[in-house]
């Protein structure tokens, strides 16, 4: 079976602060790792996967993540918070040959000015 | 642009009634699509796995009479919620896969679900 955690179900940043929303994972089996976010009454957007290869992935809008098999994390960042970032943000885990992903609990980004 | 169609986008009912709700993949065939429900301030929890020609697979604690799922071609899913109850008010989020294994899901922008 596969979990997935996030820490903290919001977080607060200033415009132009960085961002850092937490992801650890449970798998026994190496994961396939997903980042989306999810803007209010609308479907997931995906921001980076990782699947095999670097361990250090971007994505779109500036967001990057780095996958460490040791600490069993997917942690992604921004360096600099745009206002249009607030969102709800979603990790999530498959195994390679599967679709069904398994999500966190999602943490809200607030940016303030 | 949108790879994943989701229809309606949102829908209020009355107790007892049937609402279906639409997934279409536009410009792929997706052989597999995800149902999944989404309460308010929590995660995705899939619902059942849609599979083109066959029967959904359905989660565990998911009355599948209730949610009737048909996959009719490689394009279109659709989920019936069947005589609605208030507690089935939620956010109902379809996605499919385009391509083989291991890629991205797309997800469609989402059903909000009303009962009354």
């Known amino acids: 079976a596969q979990s997935v955690t996030q820490l903290g179900s919001h977080v607060s940043v200033s415009e132009g602060a960085l961002v850092l929303l937490r992801c650890n994972y449970s798998s026994s089996v190496p994961p396939y790792l997903f980042w989306y976010v999810q803007y209010p009454n609308q479907g997931l957007q995906l921001l980076l996967k990782?699947?095999?290869?670097?361990?250090l992935v971007k994505g779109i809008n500036g967001f990057e993540a780095e996958f460490k098999k040791s600490e069993t994390s997917f942690h992604l960042t921004k360096p600099s918070a745009h206002m249009s970032d607030a969102a709800e943000y979603f990790c999530?885990?498959?195994?390679?040959?599967?679709?069904?992903?398994?999500f966190g609990k999602g943490t809200m980004l607030l940016v303030s000015p | 642009g949108a790879v994943v169609s989701q229809h309606p986008s949102w829908v209020i009912c009355k107790s007892g009634t049937s609402v279906k709700i639409e997934c279409r993949s536009l410009?792929?065939?997706?052989?597999?699509m995800f149902w999944y429900r989404q309460f308010p301030k929590q995660s995705l929890m899939l619902m059942a796995t849609?599979?083109?020609?066959?029967?959904?697979?359905?989660e565990q604690g998911v009355e599948k009479d209730k949610f009737l799922i048909n996959h009719a071609s490689l394009t279109l899913s659709t989920l019936t919620v069947t005589s609605a109850h208030p507690e089935d008010s939620s956010f109902y989020i379809c996605?499919?896969?385009?391509?083989?294994?291991?890629?991205?899901?797309?997800f469609g922008n989402g059903t909000r679900l009303t009962v009354t």
């Open positions: 410009d792929f065939q997706a052989t597999t």
């Open positions: 996605s499919a896969e385009r391509g083989g294994g291991n890629s991205p899901l797309h």
């Open positions: 990782y699947t095999t290869g670097a361990t």
């Open positions: 849609s599979n083109e020609g066959s029967k959904a697979t359905y």
């Open positions: 999530a885990v498959t195994s390679p040959g599967y679709s069904t992903l398994t």
